[in-house]
């Protein structure tokens, strides 16, 4: 089937009842002088363009397929439409603002079952898209993943009709950096109107201050040898994007230093968890979520330690408070082996000191954005048993338990994910959540017919997501038991600013 488009017309290809257009370049490619630059329009072409393959992957740290010329989108729509303009879903993916692509996500069975239009992107990552320099560009510096972004959902309000979608009714989501993306969004005046629902998926609102952020892209030049202040610009410009990649690896940084959105711009003028703190961000429903375990696979750091070595890590994270913590979280209270890894992933899920993820902080979040916009959701993803998700594979070691951790509720929304076969009441819960997740992107409210009802965070109600026919909403007390929110809520502390790694190794030093 052809489609045509602003740019020129596309073909696509139809299996199992979608119609899939691929590789769909939105902004012209961010190579040679557009390399730094906010993304500018993609060129027109003649003919038909065939868009039956992904485009190139932006340049990360691993994998085939990289490019910096790499900003398209792929759109998935049913193959048997009505007249109707139908509802729109903007994907965002995950993998900490250095990995990851819209390839990666399948939209087909969210479009197929819920009678919606769904729509995959790429953004610049790494260095590409989120570093600050002093003379870099003249706007955008550090943003230019997030501009990416708003480059994508203003081609889908210009084109996505001709897809059969409605440009009226377009909700962003995105599951970790992709979830912090859609709060980042929501902050942004200049991404004001192009989407009316949000959707985070274990993301939140953390960012990086402009000095932050200044600071960082020093240290990138430098480690790519372009020391002097004067020529670090035209240095890093004339260097090639392997080699930028290679000198970005600790631009990447870990799993808590790595690139976010930057604050402090004109695009991001105020960081995102002070726009939802203060009310001044783009007040659309929201559907929020986390899985119960977030943070225990990146525990695994901890897996030998001994009650020493853990009561000295969370002394040297908590300090004055850190004896009150030990009492709720006791050594002795979980089981080996991985016993460190067990009890210190319990303290910061609960916590939620991994950039205010899952557990109590995450609540409040919720109660922050549910105070201003009455249609808010709130779940927790809590399987005790999903099939073993990280990028790149499992990393689940023998005899280790890894719960619901971070990524886990992907494959029962993009089935192609899983890296085992669900069980057949794992599959009743994909069914359950392809079609919650559908019903907030038609009506804003995710409760679908014929099952449990999901009722609004302002109704002291939260949904928990479990196999088979149990998915429930419960009261939110339960979820502030289950995380020891009373406690966490009395104690001032801040996020955690070291890796686990490098936690475990002063722990153990």
């Known amino acids: 089937m052809t489609v045509s488009t602003d740019k020129g017309a596309v073909a696509g290809v139809t299996a199992d009842g979608v119609d899939r257009f691929l590789g769909i370049p939105y902004a012209a490619p961010p190579v040679d002088a557009r390399r730094w630059q906010p993304p500018a329009p993609a060129p027109a072409w003649s003919g038909v363009r065939q868009a039956t393959a992904f485009g190139s992957r932006c340049m990360q740290p691993y994998g085939a397929g990289m490019s910096e010329d790499c900003l398209y989108l792929n759109v998935y729509t049913p193959e ?33 079952t819920n009678n919606i239009v769904v729509v995959s992107i790429n953004y610049r990552l790494n260095v590409f898209g989120f570093l600050s320099l002093p003379g870099l560009s003249n706007q955008g510096a550090g943003n230019y993943g997030l501009l990416d972004q708003e480059a994508a959902l203003r081609w889908t309000q210009r084109n996505i009709r001709a897809f059969g979608g409605d440009p009226r009714k377009v909700t962003i989501a995105g599951e970790s950096a992709g979830g912090h993306s859609v709060c980042a969004l929501m902050a942004s005046p200049s991404a004001r109107g192009l989407f009316t629902g949000a959707i985070i998926q274990s993301g939140g609102c953390p960012s990086h201050t402009a000095a932050q952020a ?30 930028l990649e290679a000198a970005g690896r600790g631009f990447i940084g870990g799993i808590l ?3 976010l959105p930057v604050s402090g ?65 006791p050594y002795s209270a979980y089981p080996s082996p991985y016993t460190g890894t067990y009890a210190i992933s319990s303290v910061w899920d609960d916590s939620s000191v991994f950039y205010g993820l899952g557990g109590c902080q995450y609540q409040n979040l919720t109660a922050r954005f549910a105070a201003r916009q ?27 338990d890894p719960g619901a951790p971070h990524g886990s509720e992907l494959p029962y929304l993009f089935p192609s994910q899983a890296s085992t ?5 794992q599959r009743q819960l994909s069914d359950a959540m392809v079609r919650y997740w559908g019903s907030f992107v038609s009506n804003a409210n995710p409760t679908a017919i014929g099952q449990a009802a999901w009722p609004p965070y302002r109704s002291g109600r939260y949904m928990s997501l479990l196999p088979g026919d149990n998915s429930h909403a419960f009261k939110t007390e339960a979820f502030e038991t289950q995380h020891q929110c009373s406690f966490w809520n009395s104690i001032d502390y801040d996020w955690l600013t070291l890796n686990p790694d490098q936690l475990a190794q002063r722990a153990s030093s």
């Open 80 to 112: 048997q439409r009505t007249n109707r303009p139908l509802p729109v879903m903007v994907w965002i993916h995950g993998g900490g603002f250095s990995s990851g692509s819209g390839a990666d996500n399948d939209g087909s069975l969210l479009a197929k």
């Open 257 to 259: 230093t790595g690139p």
């Open 214 to 243: 200044a600071a960082r892209g020093k240290d990138y030049a430098t480690a790519a040898g372009c020391t002097d202040p004067a020529t670090s610009v035209s240095c890093l410009r004339g260097l090639t994007s392997q080699a």
């Open 265 to 329: 711009t004109p695009e991001l003028p105020l960081a995102p968890a002070d726009a939802v703190r203060s009310g001044q961000y783009n007040k659309v429903p929201l559907m929020i979520g986390s899985t119960r375990d977030e943070v225990r696979g990146w525990a695994l750091p901890f897996a030998n330690a001994t009650k020493e070595q853990y009561e000295r890590a969370i002394r040297l994270e908590f300090g004055a408070q850190a004896d009150a913590v030990l009492a709720h979280y």
């Open 421 to 425: 076969l669900l069980t057949a009441e």
């Open 374 to 400: 009455p249609r808010t959701y709130f779940y927790e993803f809590d399987d005790p048993h999903p099939p073993a998700y990280a990028p790149g594979g499992s990393y689940a070691p023998p005899g280790f």
